[in-house]
């Protein structure tokens, strides 16, 4: 067993931590008060080749793993820059693409992702289906060569600032007429397909919208892989590394919190010459916090670890649980340090109340802590399915 990592992965933690710092959570939160985007951030990250770590190096990536990538996702919330699209273009669509996609679009689309010049989001989500990915009913009919896709997706994150949606639809299995799952990339520049913002209580430079696709025309080549027997594991490649990468930013948040607070409470005093941290009622509920993040990186770097040496269903098993733990251990981390602080908790200056609504955000997304737990009985517990 080594819970340490490797030289080179300490040196990226140290750089990204670096970059992160520059930036820091005033850029990130101007940034979404001014309805703008991260984006000298992103493109910096890309130069320097954090975005693309985890894309092979034939295609301009650094060739590493989820490890890194989770790295790259930790230590830039740690810095207070919580970035949503690293978990959607790089974790899931780069994965997808390399995993399942054809050669072409390897190529196509692989350098751009790795460079950070193009971003590809995830639209998976729809209003009726919700949870139950069984009823998706976004369908792709065949129209000679070319595919027609007709549906609804919702919560959609940064499509304005895509290139491309990876879109997960049903097509019509002819052999069974049974509806399988197909993914597809989408230009979000395609006619037919409307976006509308939706009003998000979550302080964040990334927005999410609504998507209408009414027959929007593609080439036979934007169905991911050379089949339709694609679809379904092309899917399943995307949520370990969504899981992980999405853990990874909620214990980078629930770092950068408990950092804040507790620099706050070693020096400030009420009480005469001690600091309030003197206090266990305040020290106390940090050090829980502090303690249930750690307990989080550590099943993310087991999960990480899993996934990277190919150990796809243990690795499906921890990175589900590292993201329960890591989205509630940034809940309990961001709420204790705004209590810590106390009404400099709730300003925008000291940074922590800003992050309430993401870190919130971060137990119904990408995966309810409701179904981790639904999957933890069924595949942990050996329990019967309830739905
Ligand atoms: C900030 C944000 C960003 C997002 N970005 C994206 C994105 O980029 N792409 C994308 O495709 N989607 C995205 N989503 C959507 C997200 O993945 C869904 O919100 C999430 O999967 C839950 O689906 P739902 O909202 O339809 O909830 P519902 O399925 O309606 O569930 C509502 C509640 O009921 C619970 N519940 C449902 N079924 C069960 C059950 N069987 N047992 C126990 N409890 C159950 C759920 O856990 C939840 O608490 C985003 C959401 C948010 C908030």
């Not at 140290?14 to 703008?36: I, Q």
């Not at 810095?79 to 399942?100: D, E, F, Q, R, Y």
């Not at 919700?130 to 919702?154: E, I, M, P, Q, Y």
């Not at 019509?172 to 395609?190: H, N, Q, R």
Request: glycine share 12%; hydrophobic share 40%.
């Amino acid at each position: 067993m080594n819970f340490d990592l490797t030289p080179e992965q300490d040196q990226l933690r140290d750089a990204v931590r670096a970059l992160g710092r520059k930036y820091g959570h005033g850029y990130f939160v101007e940034k979404a008060r001014a309805g703008g985007h991260t984006t000298e951030l992103w493109q910096e990250a890309g130069r320097l080749g954090y975005l693309g770590v985890n894309i092979p190096t034939e295609y301009g990536g650094g060739g590493g793993g989820i490890t890194e990538l989770a790295i790259v996702c930790e230590e830039l919330a740690a810095a207070g820059c919580p970035l949503l699209l690293l978990v959607v273009s790089p974790a899931i669509a780069a994965t997808v693409i390399n995993k399942h996609g054809t050669d072409e679009q390897r190529k196509r689309h692989l350098p751009g992702l790795a460079d950070g010049s193009q971003k590809i989001v995830f639209a998976i989500t729809e209003p009726e289906a919700g949870s139950n990915f069984h009823r998706l009913g976004t369908v792709a009919r065949r129209d000679g060569d070319d595919w027609l896709l007709t549906g609804r997706k919702c919560y959609i994150s940064g499509v304005d600032e895509a290139g491309h949606v990876l879109v997960v639809a049903r097509t019509e299995d002819s052999s069974t007429g049974k509806l399988k799952p197909a993914l597809f990339i989408v230009p979000t520049a395609a006619p037919g397909l409307e976006k509308s913002k939706l009003d998000m209580e979550i302080l964040s430079p990334e927005n999410q919208f609504l998507l209408y696709l009414d027959d929007v025309r593609l080439p036979a080549d934007a169905l991911v892989g050379e089949s339709l027997d694609a679809g379904l594991p092309a899917l399943f490649a995307g949520l370990n590394p969504e899981r992980i990468t999405v853990a990874a930013m909620g214990a980078g948040t629930g770092r950068y919190a408990i950092e804040r607070a507790s620099a706050y409470t070693a020096t400030r005093k009420v009480w005469g010459g001690r600091s309030i941290g003197t206090h266990q009622g305040v020290a106390h509920p940090l050090a829980h916090a502090a303690v249930q993040v750690e307990l989080a990186r550590l099943m993310i770097h087991k999960a990480a670890t899993l996934y990277d040496a190919g150990r796809d269903l243990e690795a499906g098993v921890a990175g589900n649980m590292a993201k329960y733990a890591a989205g509630e251990a940034a809940a309990l981390a961001v709420d204790t340090a705004v209590q810590a602080l106390g009404g400099a908790g709730m300003t925008t200056e000291y940074g922590v109340a800003t992050l309430l609504g993401a870190v919130r955000a971060g137990r119904i997304a990408p995966v309810s802590r409701e179904m981790i737990l639904n999957f933890v009985a069924q595949h942990v517990l050996g329990q019967d399915k309830s739905y």
